[in-house]
């Protein structure tokens, strides 16, 4: 059954509570050359933005569009990106789906999981439609020295991509795994994965675990076999929504690893490029399908160290991981077969992500040198998501002339190749993502103690991950779950908030 997301709020209580309140709260207190500096006047929120409560993150989202919407002039944009002073604990950045019109690349409804195509505006209350709200946490982690490469790089790109993917089913024999299956598993039972029906309802793991057992050839793969990392939910990882370590994406800002055959059936992590991969790309409709190479996953590993398994972080410091197992090749044809074609398709898909920036800060913080800071900041992350894309996309800001001189939207967002922030210099190569102090990998346990939630709303996230959230009651926290490298993020977190108070 699907549900309505209109009779949902208003189940729980959430949509009444949104129509009835107002922007006071909340106000624009700046508009900068990239998006606005918003103040909470009434102390609602302070200077950090609600992320452990549903409720509360709906009503910021209802209210900060509200007062944006005020603004003389104001263009609207399809995305909120959210940033903030302070570093919060948890999590670190998330991107929280909020409409879909585009079929064939495995996004489903954050209220009911089932629908391809959604809309749940009405759900948050916002002022205006977008697609989805991203929460960047501070500004610090996209300026400041020693962290602003793992910002613009991994957290920035990683949450932005989360808009398109990853989200991508695989049929349960690729067209280059001859195991004998019946015609009806790898074509017919797969031709309508696409449709708004569960994951579970079309080609469920349960038929393809008894044609495997049937069967004299490979084991068949799971639906979900390209994804990894979740949040952990009653001691399993559900709403995976990255790539899987065992999948080789070349080291994408959506996770994977950039794996390399050295010999037949043994493979070795090489250094991530942290561009999105060919599947990135065509889910986001920036290239066509004809442009998408075949890449591979390791099936059956073998001989993997210790604590490593599908849903860890990628490799994406100094270590190198060699396993054993099955290379499945898998081409663009597989992934249509299995999830149906991109609708709208390249190159009739939008190029940019137009954005509206915003930064919550206290109203002493707000001054000339704070408006100059954040502007940096959303330079950075513009930056970092051209790199990702090697130029095929951009995230477009979208400003009134207002304060700032006017700033045209076809130039808003776009960065200089020898841009920086705060001197920090644009390798137009592969970033050096550096270890923290005293790690030279990141730590693979995390991910495991995500509270228990219900899926009512389903957040997706970078040095965030995928979480989910209950809507039950203004108590129920999101679902933060930690990131694979969840220690990489506690000590870089530490490193900013020393930089702060230096």
Same mark, same amino acid.
């Given at each position: 059954?699907?549900?309505?997301?209109?009779?949902?709020?208003?189940?729980l209580?959430?949509g009444v509570a949104l129509?009835?309140a107002?922007?006071?709260?909340?106000? &624009?207190a700046r508009v900068?050359r990239?998006?606005?500096i918003?103040?909470?006047?009434v102390?609602?929120?302070?200077?950090t933005i609600?992320?452990?409560?549903?409720r509360?993150t709906?009503?910021? /989202?209802a209210?900060?569009t509200a $007062?944006?919407?005020e603004?003389?002039?104001?263009?609207?944009?399809?995305?909120?990106?959210?940033m903030?002073?302070?570093s919060?604990?948890?999590?670190?950045a998330f991107y929280?789906p909020i409409? %879909?019109?585009?079929?064939g690349?495995?996004?489903r409804?954050s209220?009911?999981?089932?629908s391809e =195509?959604f809309?749940?505006?009405s759900?948050?209350?916002s002022?205006?439609?977008?697609d989805?709200?991203v929460?960047l946490?501070?500004y610090?982690f996209y300026t400041d020295?020693?962290?602003v490469?793992f910002g613009?790089?991994?957290?920035?790109?990683q949450?932005?991509g989360?808009r398109y993917?990853a989200?991508?089913a695989?049929?349960?024999?690729?067209?280059?795994v001859d195991a004998?299956?019946p015609? $009806?598993?790898?074509?017919?039972?797969?031709?309508d994965a696409?449709v708004?029906?569960?994951l579970g309802?079309?080609g469920?793991?349960a038929?393809?675990?008894?044609v495997?057992d049937?069967?004299?050839?490979p084991a068949a793969?799971t639906r979900d076999?390209l994804?990894?990392?979740?949040?952990?939910q009653?001691?399993?990882?559900?709403?995976?929504?990255h790539w899987?370590?065992?999948l %080789?994406?070349g080291?994408?800002?959506m996770?994977g690893?950039?794996?390399?055959?050295f010999?037949?059936?043994?493979?070795?992590t !090489?250094?991530?490029?942290?561009?999105?991969?060919p599947?990135?790309?065509?889910?986001?409709g920036?290239i066509p399908?004809? *442009?998408v190479?075949?890449?591979f996953?390791?099936a059956e590993?073998?001989?993997?160290?210790?604590?490593?398994?599908?849903?860890s972080?990628?490799?994406?410091? %100094?270590?190198?991981?060699t =396993?054993r197992?099955?290379?499945?090749?898998?081409?663009?044809? !597989? /992934?249509?077969?299995?999830?149906?074609?991109?609708?709208?398709?390249?190159p009739?898909?939008?190029?940019?992500?137009?954005? &509206?920036? =915003?930064?919550l800060?206290?109203?002493?913080d707000v001054n000339d *040198?704070?408006a100059?800071?954040?502007?940096e900041? &959303?330079?950075?992350?513009?930056m970092?998501?051209?790199?990702?894309?090697a130029?095929?996309?951009?995230l =477009?800001t979208?400003?009134?002339g207002a304060d700032?001189?006017?700033?045209?939207?076809?130039?808003?967002?776009?960065?200089?190749?020898d841009a920086?922030?705060? !001197?920090?210099?644009?390798?137009?190569?592969?970033p050096?993502?550096p270890?923290p102090?005293?790690m030279?990998?990141?730590g693979? !346990?995390?991910?495991?103690d995500a509270?228990?939630?219900s899926?009512a709303v389903?957040a997706?996230?970078g040095c $965030?991950?995928? $979480?989910?959230g209950?809507?039950?009651?203004?108590a129920?926290?999101w679902?933060l779950?930690a /990131?694979g490298?969840a220690?990489f993020?506690?000590r870089a977190r530490?490193? &900013?908030?020393?930089?702060?108070d230096r």
């Amino acid at each position: 059954m699907r549900l309505d997301p209109q009779r949902l709020a208003a189940f729980l209580g959430l949509g009444v509570a949104l129509q009835s309140a107002t922007a006071e709260a909340i106000v &624009v207190a700046r508009v900068t050359r990239r998006g606005y500096i918003l103040t909470d006047d009434v102390g609602d929120y302070g200077d950090t933005i609600p992320t452990s409560n549903t409720r509360a993150t709906a009503q910021f /989202i209802a209210e900060a569009t509200a $007062a944006l919407g005020e603004v003389e002039g104001f263009h609207e944009g399809r995305f909120l990106a959210a940033m903030q002073i302070p570093s919060s604990n948890d999590p670190l950045a998330f991107y929280l789906p909020i409409r %879909n019109d585009v079929r064939g690349i495995g996004q489903r409804s954050s209220v009911d999981g089932r629908s391809e =195509v959604f809309d749940t505006n009405s759900f948050f209350g916002s002022a205006f439609p977008i697609d989805g709200f991203v929460y960047l946490n501070s500004y610090r982690f996209y300026t400041d020295p020693r962290s602003v490469i793992f910002g613009r790089f991994l957290i920035c790109t990683q949450e932005f991509g989360h808009r398109y993917g990853a989200n991508l089913a695989v049929p349960a024999y690729p067209a280059s795994v001859d195991a004998g299956a019946p015609d $009806a598993l790898t074509d017919a039972a797969v031709d309508d994965a696409a449709v708004d029906v569960p994951l579970g309802d079309v080609g469920s793991d349960a038929a393809r675990d008894a044609v495997s057992d049937a069967s004299t050839g490979p084991a068949a793969l799971t639906r979900d076999a390209l994804l990894g990392r979740g949040n952990s939910q009653n001691g399993m990882v559900v709403n995976r929504s990255h790539w899987s370590y065992f999948l %080789n994406s070349g080291g994408s800002p959506m996770e994977g690893n950039n794996w390399n055959e050295f010999a037949p059936g043994q493979f070795r992590t !090489d250094r991530p490029t942290f561009r999105f991969s060919p599947y990135d790309l065509y889910t986001m409709g920036l290239i066509p399908p004809s *442009e998408v190479p075949v890449t591979f996953l390791i099936a059956e590993p073998q001989n993997v160290p210790r604590n490593i398994s599908r849903d860890s972080a990628p490799e994406y410091y %100094n270590r190198v991981v060699t =396993v054993r197992g099955r290379r499945v090749d898998l081409s663009i044809d !597989d /992934i249509v077969r299995a999830n149906g074609p991109r609708n709208p398709a390249y190159p009739s898909a939008s190029r940019d992500l137009d954005v &509206v920036w =915003v930064l919550l800060a206290a109203p002493e913080d707000v001054n000339d *040198e704070l408006a100059a800071e954040f502007d940096e900041a &959303v330079d950075s992350c513009a930056m970092g998501y051209a790199f990702a894309t090697a130029e095929r996309g951009r995230l =477009v800001t979208t400003v009134p002339g207002a304060d700032a001189g006017e700033v045209p939207l076809d130039d808003a967002g776009f960065v200089p190749s020898d841009a920086g922030a705060r !001197d920090v210099p644009f390798n137009p190569d592969v970033p050096t993502i550096p270890p923290p102090d005293g790690m030279s990998m990141p730590g693979s !346990d995390a991910g495991d103690d995500a509270p228990a939630v219900s899926p009512a709303v389903r957040a997706e996230g970078g040095c $965030a991950c995928s $979480a989910t959230g209950a809507a039950q009651s203004s108590a129920a926290p999101w679902g933060l779950c930690a /990131i694979g490298a969840a220690v990489f993020c506690r000590r870089a977190r530490r490193r &900013v908030m020393k930089a702060r108070d230096r």
